[in-house]
């Protein structure tokens, strides 16, 4: 997932992405554990796609902050 395509989601929309990415980080990572995976680079982009969103969502929430003071 790209950057320009986070700034597109709304708020809810990227909460919603954060708890669908962090289930299937865990699925892939239980497949992993039991038996290699076709590709695990695809834990690590998964992890990353995670942190941006919850980058973008800090920062809606920071300037949400401010914008309030």
């Keep these: 997932m790209k950057n320009s395509e986070i700034l597109e989601l709304s ?6 992405r954060i708890n669908e990415e962090r289930a299937n980080l865990t699925k892939l990572r239980f497949a992993h554990t039991v038996s290699a995976i076709e590709n695990p680079l695809r834990i ?6 995670i ?10 929430k920071a300037q949400s902050a401010s914008e309030t003071k």
């Excluded at 708020?11 to 919603?16: F, Q, S």
């Excluded at 690590?44 to 796609?49: G, Q, S, W």
């Excluded at 942190?51 to 809606?60: D, I, P, S, W």
């Design 11 to 16: 708020t809810e929309e990227i909460v919603a």
């Design 44 to 49: 690590n982009k998964i992890r990353k796609d």
């Design 51 to 60: 942190a941006r969103l919850n980058t973008e969502l800090t920062n809606r």
